[in-house]
């Protein structure tokens, strides 16, 4: 009995010809919409580039979290698909430049810009010490670099390990993980709050940095479920994945849509019970006019449908409906910014259009064409780990 | 342990014992006579439960003018006590069933003495709510049930709903710890020579049979329970967080409250839970069962959650400051520099600090350094609840109705005595049943999980 995998069965192969091109052609459109949409409403295009943007880095960095979380926990069961979460992580190497068109929109975003608005404003001068255009770039520089500098130390030792099966760098990564997490916390909470919150510069939250975590952890296992159904019945992955590993993604996703869920009722039941007007204004605006309408369906999509969904055990099992479940949740993600991010924008009118449509195929595009590089260059299974023969033959 | 193989998993139960080994390690403190040592633990719990029985008896003949209570602080020590022992049960249902769902092997030796200590902690807290009515003859009528008085109660308010959780989560509870009692009932059942014992096990394992078709629905119902009770645990102590967040009050009202309590909530029943652990162990030989690697793992989720309720102090912080509230940032200020500032500090160096030693492998893995940041953490959880009931209420929004709130001689000993009830209840417990499953350990040792793969 051997402890290690066979590493030439498990070696690189090439993803199927369609991911690339799908990638390329989303990615095509979505750059013209873009410009488009730049050249004809620059207001609402921001708003969209805001909203693209941190779809992205729930995608990325949730990934990274993964990666670090399976690292700490010990679990192994995740092992044979970690490099799907490695490879979406890379998308925090681009952030910085998926933040260009926000950065070039940052006055019609963000009320705290115009100073003359800011010094008129008792409340909004009184934050300026941290709402300032000089220090807000100071501390999303500061998230980009945190990001990309775990994402390098962390998948480098995990790729290094695809040839010397070192466990020692096993043991780097746990200690790298453990530091990143901390930082990770403080990153994506002030992240949230600087590129979000701040929307509304009035008003404040508590628990909105543990929201959009909540929302980012259950993205990226989204993406990874579903990368991972679907190499899986193309094989890449051999013949030893079992329903167990499956339920093992569908169980989780559905704690996270409750944990979720939870959150985001937490914060709605308090500031609807105190009623205090410098809260419940934000609510407010998604519940004028058409939003009430956008804020039902809301509820419904990123709540009722994947509960029920993957509430019962079969289906927790069940490819089909975990390949249909996470897209479901990847768009009820994507709809959770646009929840977030556009009632500031259009009061009363939720607006939709080719801009709204276009975006999204560029975040679809930009994950696929990433994913596509980086599993061109690497193993998509980490060959060289030690635990991953473990995670091939785990059973409940 | 320098050098961990990862290829490898690693036997939660130390030395692969034989079965019945465990049987006869478990079972024994059942069969032997209390000895001194034992005698002499229960004298001073007992003690202490007196304390609190005296101090409630003149509560009750003089009324609650005995108590520190004053106006403007309305919710002295028992709401303080209540959030705190309702805290103390949370653990035992983490591990319980949150860690079963996970699959958490190494909770198998510890989840039935930490789901009792939840029931024993819940019976605990459930007094401070009944005292603090001032009347409890009267609590009855929390019950929405039609009376003759036309007395119904306000569904609104999340004191009500606390009544409709805790009693839930307690029932649930107590159910989810008995349906493990029944496999080990039953072997004690077969093991004892005692006939009115055999009377009492057998009545208690509903006729166990230890045959395939009984597991098989075991299994089942204990992975519903466990179902149940998770979310049922998150609910409880969620509502305790809506008591003070509903409110209006500064200090009280802000968004983050929910997972913020569960989390500090999880924290002090982990650190309760290790230090009690920490003497069942060595006293009743399970050191291989209850092994360091497992008390390690404890103390890196109190790690976790520590950081997790410093994450909560700090985000309040900022948010006090960020969200320009006048009212919202006097509050904060004055936890920290105020007339508490004391009970603040106490709080941010236990809570905070303390559980930053647990970042070296070298203290996770020492007894007496585990044990005395554990008891930091439950003094640290407990001032947490000290500070958040009670400098909000001091400063009132009028100046002149501001108050100092101080405790008296007959609060400590309602205090004292709730510590003498819990740990009078588990020391009782240590004598009656199997601090550890036996059924659960043995499904651990090596060799008692058929294997997969290639041989």
């Known amino acids: ?396 | 342990m320098s050098s961990v193989d990862y290829t490898k998993e690693y036997s939660v139960v130390e030395g692969s014992p034989r079965l019945s080994e465990i049987e006869d390690i478990i079972i024994r403190p059942l069969n032997v006579k209390p000895d001194k040592k034992f005698y002499m633990a229960i004298s001073v719990t007992l003690t202490m439960l007196l304390i609190g029985v005296i101090s409630l008896g003149v509560s009750f003949y003089y009324g609650t003018g005995m108590w520190g209570n004053n106006n403007p602080v309305g919710w002295g020590f028992p709401i303080v006590n209540f959030v705190f022992w309702v805290g103390i049960g949370h653990a035992g249902t983490l591990i319980s069933a949150i860690l079963f769902l996970f699959r958490q092997k190494w909770r198998n030796g510890i989840a039935r003495f930490a789901e009792g200590m939840t029931i024993f902690a819940v019976m605990t807290a459930g007094i401070f709510p009944l005292i603090h009515v001032g009347r409890p003859w009267l609590a009855g009528y929390l019950f929405p049930y039609p009376n003759q008085h036309s007395l119904w109660v306000n569904f609104t308010s999340p004191l009500l709903w606390d009544v409709f959780a805790v009693s839930t989560y307690f029932t649930v509870s107590f159910i989810f710890w008995y349906v493990g009692l029944i496999p080990d009932f039953a072997t004690m059942r077969d093991k004892t020579t005692n006939a009115l014992k055999k009377v009492i096990y057998s009545v208690f394992s509903l006729g166990w049979r230890h045959s395939n078709r009984h597991w098989q629905n075991y299994e089942m119902v204990y992975l519903i329970l466990a179902g149940f009770a998770t979310p049922l645990v998150l609910s409880v102590h969620t509502i305790v967080s809506f008591d003070f967040a509903v409110s209006v009050l500064p200090g009280w009202h802000t968004t983050i409250f929910p997972p913020y309590f569960v989390a500090g909530a999880v924290f002090s029943g982990f650190a309760m839970v290790q230090n009690v652990l920490i003497f069942i162990r060595k006293i009743f030989d399970m050191e291989h069962i209850i092994t360091l690697d497992t008390l390690e793992k404890m103390n890196k989720i109190m790690m976790l959650t520590g950081m997790l309720v410093g994450y909560a102090y700090a985000m309040e912080f900022f948010i006090a400051w960020y969200g320009g509230v006048e009212a919202e940032q006097f509050a904060f200020v004055n936890r920290a520099f105020g007339p508490y500032a004391w009970a603040y500090w106490i709080m941010v160096s236990c809570n905070v600090l303390s559980p930053q030693l647990f970042w070296f492998k070298k203290v996770r893995r020492t007894i007496p350094a585990m044990f005395a940041i554990a008891v930091f953490i439950n003094v640290g959880m407990w001032f947490e609840r000290f500070v958040i009931t009670v400098t909000s209420l001091s400063r009132d929004f009028l100046p002149s109705s501001w108050g100092y709130y101080s405790p008296t001689l007959v609060d400590f000993g309602i205090l004292i005595g709730s510590f003498g009830m819990f740990f009078t209840l588990l020391l009782l417990f240590t004598k009656t049943l199997p601090v550890v499953s036996i059924a659960e350990v043995k499904a651990v040792v090596d060799g008692a999980q058929p294997t997969h793969g290639d041989h």
């Open chain 1, 1 to 396: 009995m051997s402890d290690t995998v066979d590493k030439q069965y498990y070696q690189k192969k090439d993803l199927p010809d369609g991911v690339k091109k799908a990638g390329y052609i989303l990615t095509a459109i979505g750059l013209i919409i873009l410009v488009l949409a730049f050249m004809f409403d620059k207001t609402r295009a921001s708003f969209n580039a805001l909203m693209l943007l941190m779809f992205l880095t729930s995608i990325g960095v949730g990934s990274l979290f993964l990666v670090a979380l399976e690292y700490l926990g010990g679990a192994v069961w995740s092992t044979p698909f970690r490099r799907i979460s490695e490879f979406l992580a890379s998308i925090v190497l681009i952030l910085p430049i998926v933040a260009i068109p926000v950065y070039l929109g940052l006055h019609e975003l963000y009320h705290w810009t115009h100073l003359d608005v800011v010094a008129a404003d008792k409340i909004l001068s009184g934050k300026a010490a941290y709402l300032n255009e000089g220090f807000f770039t100071i501390r999303v520089a500061a998230y980009f670099l945190i990001w990309i500098l775990f994402y390098y130390l962390i998948t480098n030792n995990s790729k290094k390990q695809d040839t010397s099966s070192d466990q020692k760098l096993t043991k780097k990564n746990i200690k790298l993980s453990a530091g990143f997490m901390p930082l990770f916390a403080i990153s994506i909470t002030f992240g949230s709050i600087d590129w979000m919150m701040s929307l509304e510069p009035h008003w404040f939250s508590t628990i909105y940095g543990v929201y959009y975590f909540s929302g980012t952890v259950l993205a990226s296992l989204a993406a990874l479920t579903y990368a991972m159904v679907y190499l899986n019945e193309k094989g890449y992955f051999g013949d030893k994945i079992k329903k167990d590993h499956y339920y093992s993604f569908g169980a989780l996703m559905f704690g996270f849509v409750n944990f979720w869920a939870y959150i985001a009722f937490s914060q709605l039941i308090l500031i609807w019970y105190a009623n205090l007007p410098e809260e419940t204004f934000w609510f407010m605006q998604r519940w004028e006019g058409e939003w009430m309408y956008v804020s039902l369906l809301f509820m419904v999509a990123h709540f009722i449908v994947p509960y029920f969904g993957l509430l019962a055990q079969p289906s927790k099992m069940n490819p089909k409906r975990l390949k249909f479940m996470s897209l479901w949740i990847l768009f009820a993600h994507y709809f959770d910014m646009y929840w977030l991010v556009m009632p500031t924008m259009s009061k009363g009118e939720a607006p939709f259009s080719w801009i709204e449509l276009g975006f999204p195929l560029l975040a679809v595009g930009i994950i696929l064409i990433v994913f596509n590089i980086k599993s061109s260059k690497n193993n998509l299974m980490p060959v060289g780990d030690p635990k991953l023969k473990r995670g091939l033959d785990f059973r409940f």
